[in-house]
């Protein structure tokens, strides 16, 4: 996928951005398809992740609430052999994906590696809380991150000087503008990284132009009209249900969320839909203006060398201060680093919070 190719996609299919996010952007689709919960679904107690269960973790389902008064699910994920308090990570995304997929697959291994962790989903998506469904705000669901450091940080097994981050696609950028005003936050780790503020309002490498733009915001204001006369939102087209002749990464993306690899019915990538006015609050909110303000604490992008997302790291990796670390992971892909153990250096993710979060 090349940066020409991007920007035709944007060109072609801004319109459709409106309705499904930037990580779900549908080709040829007309359909508006209808949200899958009207209310939020009842927490399931039986283990349905898109990974295996590991022998040497316990896991808990658990619920805290936000700032705003939401109530978010979670799974945290303990090691069976544990001694004293112990540092603790939070750990959300993909964006439009739920706990049960990569975020879960992440937090278990860490808790592998001896960490206490926290996949949550934000609000209004999964198993938590939040009306209409299917919604994502910068505000909010930065906001979900420091709910779920609030969470960990009462917990009994958790020592709360010692808590990181990890966000996963368009939570990396989410989790980096948390630990930017949350300074309780002591390293953040941002894999295959989305700025979902800079792609929505300017398109896949900034290709969107002043009339697009114009355009766009015109089409999402009117929508309120609709939606209120409705009662209720309007919903975009069914995400990556492909017709074919989309691009490699939206390929790559359905072979993530629309098959058994990494399917789940909760998560809006999974052919779901997100309202059609859900880049409203994303178009004019810059999600990395702060990302100075981490420093002194230390912050490692992920990201995988033929990703068509690599930019975001990369432009996030300027600008952040020191200290701070670009990994690149060689012949990856985007979707890669959602869920491949061969690919995914849990090892460098292990030792990089073992020296951060060190007493």
Request: aromatic share 10%.
């Amino acid at each position: 996928m090349t940066r020409s190719d991007t920007r035709h996609l944007a060109r072609r299919d801004l319109m459709k951005l409106t309705g499904v996010g930037a990580v779900a952007l549908t080709a040829g689709i007309a359909a508006p398809a209808k949200a899958q919960f009207k209310d939020p679904p009842t927490m399931t107690a039986e283990w349905d992740k898109t990974f295996p269960q590991s022998p040497n973790v316990d896991h808990e389902k658990v619920t805290f609430r936000n700032r705003y008064g939401l109530t978010l699910a979670g799974d945290l994920y303990l090691p069976k052999t544990r001694k004293g308090p112990l540092a603790a990570l939070v750990v959300s995304g993909p964006f439009g994906a739920v706990k049960e997929q990569s975020s879960g697959l992440y937090a278990q291994n860490m808790a592998e590696r001896g960490f206490a962790t926290l996949a949550f989903d934000p609000s209004f998506t999964g198993e938590s809380g939040g009306e209409p469904r299917n919604l994502a705000s910068p505000d909010i669901n930065t906001e979900d991150f420091s709910a779920a450091v609030d969470f960990l940080g009462l917990h009994p097994s958790v020592d709360r000087e010692r808590i990181g981050m990890i966000g996963i696609c368009g939570w990396g950028g989410m989790a980096l503008n948390a630990a930017a005003v949350d300074k309780r936050v002591k390293a953040v780790v941002a894999v295959t990284m989305y700025d979902m503020t800079r792609v929505m309002s300017r398109g896949y490498n900034d290709s969107v132009t002043p009339e697009q733009r114009t355009q766009t915001l015109e089409q999402l204001s009117r929508q309120r009209w609709e939606d209120m006369k409705n009662g209720a939102p309007a919903y975009g087209p069914a995400s990556l249900v492909l017709k074919g002749g989309e691009p490699q990464f939206m390929t790559d993306y359905a072979d993530y969320y629309m098959t058994p690899r990494g399917y789940h019915p909760r998560a809006v990538n999974s052919g779901n839909a997100w309202t059609q006015t859900n880049p409203l609050s994303f178009m004019n909110m810059p999600l990395l203006t702060y990302i100075q303000e981490i420093a002194p604490r230390p912050i490692l992008l992920i990201h995988g060398e033929k990703a068509h997302s690599l930019y975001f790291s990369e432009t996030a990796y300027a600008a952040a201060a020191e200290p701070k670390e670009l990994m690149i992971i060689p012949g990856a892909s985007h979707v890669d680093l959602y869920d491949r153990l061969d690919v995914i250096p849990f090892d460098r993710l292990g030792d990089f919070f073992g020296q951060a979060l060190s007493q």
